[in-house]
């Protein structure tokens, strides 16, 4: 994980060093999870003494609370465009059924891009699914602090698109169903690189799988609301 966004334009000698074992902690986290993470590997990682872990962080359970905020910080920074163009489009008024499967899109093909393809955030992403499938007591970061505000905002999109009630059970869900096209290449890497024969999901590669997942949206967004127009007549 990079963090040096959030670094100011003149950094000091503590916030680099914090920085930086925030981003070694993130990385071993992700390979091996909080409970086979040491502090003394990630201190080595991160070129700093072991005992910068316990001033800047306190203990191991609360470096890894403090690297789940780095993660939703770093998320929001990189969806920032498009989480802009959602709130002034909304603020803008009624959201039409055609521009909200476009903003739909572009949320996901940004996620996939922005975040997932990317070889430097799989420690990221295996850490997520860990938490999703394993909730240690930071699962409350990564659900009220990011998850449970970009998934509402999904909802909208998907309510506006199909014309039903964002809130309503069945949208929640297939608003869950649709961000599974992008999740599912983070939780399988291996598995599709290896039937793809492919090195990465980068470049070429990634924009082909977000084009295909463009497609899929289009056509299930289309159908979905076909077929509610029609059960109305």
């Known amino acids: 994980m990079k963090t040096q966004a959030f670094l100011t334009p003149a950094p000091s000698r ?5 920085l930086l074992l925030l981003e070694a902690a993130a990385d071993r986290f992700g390979e091996v999870g909080p409970e086979g993470a040491t502090l003394r590997d990630i201190a080595r990682a991160a070129g700093q003494n072991i005992a910068a872990i316990a001033y800047y962080f306190g203990n191991k359970e609360k470096l890894y609370h403090a690297v789940l905020e780095a993660i939703v910080r770093e998320i929001r920074h990189r969806l920032g465009s498009i989480l802009e163009e959602i709130r002034a489009t909304e603020d803008s008024g009624p959201l039409a059924p055609a ?32 938490e999703l499938m394993q909730p240690t007591a930071g699962f409350d970061i990564l659900y009220g602090q990011g998850f449970r505000q970009l998934h509402e905002t999904l909802c909208r999109l998907t309510g506006a698109a199909l014309g039903r009630d964002p809130e309503s ?17 983070a939780m399988s890497r291996a598995a599709i690189l290896r039937r793809l024969g ?21 056509v299930l967004l289309r159908g979905l609301r076909s077929r509610s127009t029609k059960c109305k007549s």
């Open 14 to 18: 503590g916030d680099r060093a914090r």
């Open 99 to 130: 521009r909200a499967r476009t903003l739909l899109a572009r949320f996901l093909r940004t996620v996939y891009l922005g975040i997932l393809s990317r070889n430097e955030s799989a420690p990221i992403a295996r850490l997520i699914v860990r």
């Open 169 to 185: 059970k069945e949208v929640i869900i297939r608003t869950h169903t649709l961000m599974g096209q992008v999740y599912f290449f």
């Open 198 to 218: 492919w090195k990465d999901l980068e470049g070429g590669n990634a924009e082909l799988v977000a084009d295909i997942v463009d497609e899929n949206l289009e």
